[in-house]
């Protein structure tokens, strides 16, 4: 138990911030009669509900089907993009500036523009997902390359060391801090771009759930699907950011 109340300890804070704004949630549900606000005890019996019925099971599992195949994707082709950003100065010219448009860019403009060229199904999803994910991975990779002591790698290369030598063993540790970050941030928005598409898509996944309980008024559900989409993107990013901190704990 020793460990749950350490756990307790250090987010005391935010819990105590998630009670007090569950309760005022309550209590302006119940007491202002407004069809948009339903008290949370509504919304977290409509959860209930549509998770006792598998309503959400299937769009769950086509999400983050399109989520991991959008990260996959954004995770390789980031990386390589970023990696020669980071080692040559030819590449960065070349596509640096693709790659700071598209951080900057609001990316769910291309939705419909994917939606027209793959159709209904999960590749307008994944595209979406890579869109949103795969600039953001690629700035940070960069970063990484780019984070190494300069004074190391002349050290690497008066023993002889191969350029291939030098990427594993000096520049890839250097950078590993700004791999993950990139990671993270990119599991982050790649959620944020996949819920954005499947609104837009409307039929599938859960963005689709958001569409039809909007569309009909169905407000208990709708935040009820809401409440889910954010502890999936919490559950997401926070399973990286452990992986993430016990490789670098690997590292030390």
């Known amino acids: 138990m020793g460990w ?16 007090a704004l569950a309760l005022l949630w309550e209590v302006v549900g ?17 959860f209930y509900d549509l998770w006792a019925s598998g309503a959400v099971t ?19 082709f980031g990386s390589l993009i970023g990696i020669g950003m980071g080692l040559s100065r030819f590449v960065d010219v ?21 939606l027209m060229i793959f159709g209904i ?22 970063t990484a390359m780019r984070a190494s002591d300069p004074r190391l790698i002349e050290m690497a290369h008066s023993f002889g060391a191969s350029r291939w030598a030098i990427f594993r063993d000096v520049r890839l540790p250097a ?8 990671l993270r941030l990119g599991v982050a928005r790649g959620v944020k771009g996949l819920i954005n598409g499947e609104v837009l898509i409307a039929i599938i996944g859960l963005g ?8 009909v008024f169905s407000m208990d559900q709708l935040y009820a699907v809401i409440l889910l989409i954010v502890v999936y ?20």
């Open 4 to 19: 749950l109340s350490s756990l307790a300890y250090r987010n005391g804070p935010f819990l105590l911030s998630l009670a």
């Open 30 to 46: 119940r007491s202002i009669d407004l069809i948009t606000l339903p008290p949370l005890s509504a919304v977290l019996a409509a």
């Open 58 to 76: 299937a769009p769950l599992l086509d999400s983050t089907l399109a989520l991991l195949y959008g990260l996959v994707l954004s995770l390789a």
């Open 94 to 114: 070349a596509l640096g500036p693709y790659v700071k448009a598209g951080l900057s860019a609001p990316m769910i403009a291309f939705v419909p523009v994917f």
């Open 121 to 142: 199904g999960p590749a307008t999803r994944i595209a979406t997902v890579v869109a949103f994910s795969v600039f953001i991975v690629a700035t940070n990779a960069a």
């Open 175 to 182: 950078g590993a801090p700004y791999f993950l970050a990139g």
């Open 208 to 215: 689709g759930l958001v569409k039809k309980y909007g569309t």
């Open 233 to 252: 993107a919490a559950i997401a990013v926070g399973l990286v950011s452990a992986v993430s901190r016990l490789l670098v704990a690997e590292e030390k």
